[in-house]
């Protein structure tokens, strides 16, 4: 079997397993399960491992791929929407950010009233990578919200959630994904009046 041949098997066979059996929307199969289906030597798999994720990640139903040879397994995640039975997550794991606080890990329920309860409002989402967003309080600037961090040169006012996303549902961050904003996020910030005054002003 040619190497391109076996590489565009070998996507075909993982995204067809983990869209058919996953019910959270994460599925692990292991690099010796595909070399099995596909009746090829472990040590091809594991050679040619990195490019089986990069052409994973560029698959439709395909959100996000964590692939290491000496782990050997292809840690995938895919949009709900492409999941046979797929259910919601009833509660996420998320990180909440307060204004001078560093970020906490918080588990909440996956329902629009306990969101709106964490920003304490209207719930906006600001999508910062294909699978996470932010939610923050929709009317947080024009009520003059306490200012929370900077961000992408803008100043995100009031509670900051941060959670996962699958197709058009919230979900629990990976711990990769929370790693990455705690640490982000891990000093508070302080604001001049002039700059708290400031949103207040423009957004008028």
């Known amino acids: 079997m040619k190497k391109a041949e076996l590489i565009q098997k070998a996507v075909e066979y993982l995204v067809e397993e983990g869209t058919k059996n996953t019910s959270s ?3 692990v199969i292991e690099a010796e399960e595909v070399a099995e289906a596909l009746n090829v030597s472990l040590d091809t798999i594991l050679e ?3 490019e089986i994720a990069d052409e994973l990640v560029l698959c439709e139903p395909v959100s996000g791929v964590s692939y290491t040879s ?3 397994n292809f840690d995938m995640d895919f949009f709900l929407d492409y999941c046979e039975n797929a259910k919601e997550e ?7 950010i307060l204004p ?3 970020p906490r890990r918080i588990d909440l329920d996956n329902t629009l009233k306990a969101l709106q309860k964490a920003v304490g409002g209207y719930v906006e989402s600001l999508t910062v990578e294909p699978d996470v967003t932010f939610l923050l309080n929709e ?3 024009l009520k003059g919200l306490p200012a ?3 961000y992408r040169g803008d ?4 509670p900051v959630l941060v959670c996962g996303v699958k197709g058009e549902h919230f979900c629990s961050l990976r711990e990769d994904q929370m790693a990455k904003y705690e640490q982000m996020f891990q000093e508070s910030e302080t604001f001049t009046p002039r700059e708290q005054f400031g949103l207040v002003f423009y957004t008028l």
């Open 25 to 27: 929307g994460n599925w």
């Open 48 to 50: 040619y491992g990195d």
């Open 90 to 96: 009833e509660t996420i794991r998320a990180l909440l």
């Open 148 to 150: 929370n961090r900077h």
């Open 139 to 141: 009317e947080g600037k």
């Open 100 to 102: 001078e606080k560093p």
């Open 155 to 158: 100043i995100l006012v009031g």
């Open 70 to 72: 000496e782990e050997g």
